[in-house]
């Protein structure tokens, strides 16, 4: 039977049996006649090398909806963003490389640095936020889409199904999250299901109901690098610039939209990507590094809605979070079990051990610096401060796709 259950308080849709692909492609045909959608792709240089990024550009080029592809690079010379100019020439769709790295967009960024706004360090927040600034320079898309370059197992229903209830306008939402499982012969996503959710969890547990808590913890997979959003979300947007994107955007989302107008989407029946080590000893990277930074973002976020962190209560959530993710460690042992799945009881309790100390390093961070690095400023305070900006941007972008 498929699963149609309801729960939490955003709208979900499931995968019921097989989709009609085409049905729905020639929709979203339809629909971006009036409401143009553009496909935001953050990639590292080293993606053009792997198997996965040339898989997703094979599917894309069978795309009809999409109006434009905007490629946004991560650190890269001028011979490797000429490179990655010729690999993604094979689209058919109009493309758009976004050279961060390059001269042109550093002087955007330093227009925009010398009006005293928020840029935060180069990375993919930073990446995506100069894609959408682009995007809103050309006055013509109401629909930005965007997932990740290492997807193995991507194909065009995954992104129709992204795209479909923002681009359909009976439908009404702002916002859509995709949502999968990962797993192969073992189970995968161990930051959702050993830190995340059980942080959630131990919130709620302490404080009881908190509607930006219910909201965070209604998502199937919160992580997930994939989503749609109409095109004046963007706009106002705030993001974190760190591994804290994905929270630190569901946040946001929150705060300038009613909950009404977000829903997540079932996008695929399996999802593989590349996988980051635990690296329980060095704080600087892996899923640690990734662990305080969400940390980080979300207590800044509660914090802003009136929690308040002192030392007794992070020493409170540490032990709540310890038992709750102990619990749900079981549950996912015996989920393992019961499907023939490998199981490896120390790895995982490794990691609930290695999101303890992250949880630790955080509210020490936090605890000295209730503040932090601010977010990247919005788009709509960028152009009220520089109402010239965005047709710098579009300028740079030009220049640097000739």
């Known amino acids: 039977m498929g699963d149609f259950h309801q729960g939490g308080i955003l709208p979900t849709f499931h995968k019921l049996g097989d989709s009609n692909l085409d049905k729905i492609e020639a929709e979203l045909s339809w629909y971006s006649q009036e409401r143009p959608i553009a496909l935001v792709l953050p990639s590292l240089y080293s993606e053009l090398e792997g198997k996965a990024l040339k898989g997703i550009i094979n599917k894309l080029k069978d795309v009809k909806y999409l109006k434009e592809v905007i490629i946004t690079l991560g650190p890269c010379t001028k011979e490797e963003f000429l490179t990655a100019r010729d690999f993604f020439s094979a689209l058919p769709q109009k493309s758009r490389l976004i050279w ?49 370059c290492d997807i193995i197992t991507y194909s065009r229903e995954m992104l129709a199904r992204l795209c479909y209830p923002i681009a359909n306008p009976n439908l009404e939402y702002e916002f859509c999250k995709g949502f999968y499982s990962r797993v192969t012969d073992r189970m995968h996503g161990r930051v959702t299901r050993l830190f995340v959710t059980p942080l959630l969890r131990s919130l709620k547990k302490i404080h009881g109901h908190v509607p930006l808590l219910e909201f965070l913890d209604s998502f199937r997979y ?100 310890v038992r709750t993710a102990q619990d749900m460690l079981k549950r996912y042992e015996d989920d393992a079990a019961v499907n023939g799945l490998v199981f490896d009881r120390h790895e995982e309790s490794l990691a609930v051990e290695t999101f303890t100390e992250g949880i630790k390093l955080a509210s020490e961070i936090i605890t000295k610096d209730p503040l932090g690095v601010p977010l990247i400023s919005s788009w709509d305070r960028v152009t009220s401060a520089i109402p010239g900006i965005l047709d710098m941007l579009k300028k740079a972008v030009v220049e640097d796709n000739k």
């Open 100 to 148: 961060n790295s390059g001269e042109r967009i550093r002087e955007v960024h330093k227009k925009i640095e010398s009006a005293g706004l928020q840029l935060g360090e180069p990375g993919k927040g930073q990446s995506a936020w100069t894609a959408y600034g682009y995007i809103m320079a050309q006055r013509n898309f109401s629909v930005i889409a965007l997932h990740d």
């Open 222 to 321: 919160p992580l997930a690098g994939e989503f749609a959003m109409d095109i004046d979300l963007a706009r106002v947007n705030k993001i974190p610039g760190d591994w804290g994107l994905e929270m630190g955007v569901l946040s946001e989302v929150y705060r300038n939209c009613s909950v009404r107008r977000v829903c997540q989407v079932d996008i695929a029946e399996n999802y593989e990507h590349k996988h980051q080590a635990l690296s329980p000893d060095d704080a600087s990277k892996g899923l640690l590094k990734m662990c305080i930074d969400i940390s980080k973002s979300l207590f800044r976020t509660l914090a802003s809605e009136g929690m308040v962190f002192s030392d007794g209560l992070f020493k409170t959530l540490i032990a709540t979070y």
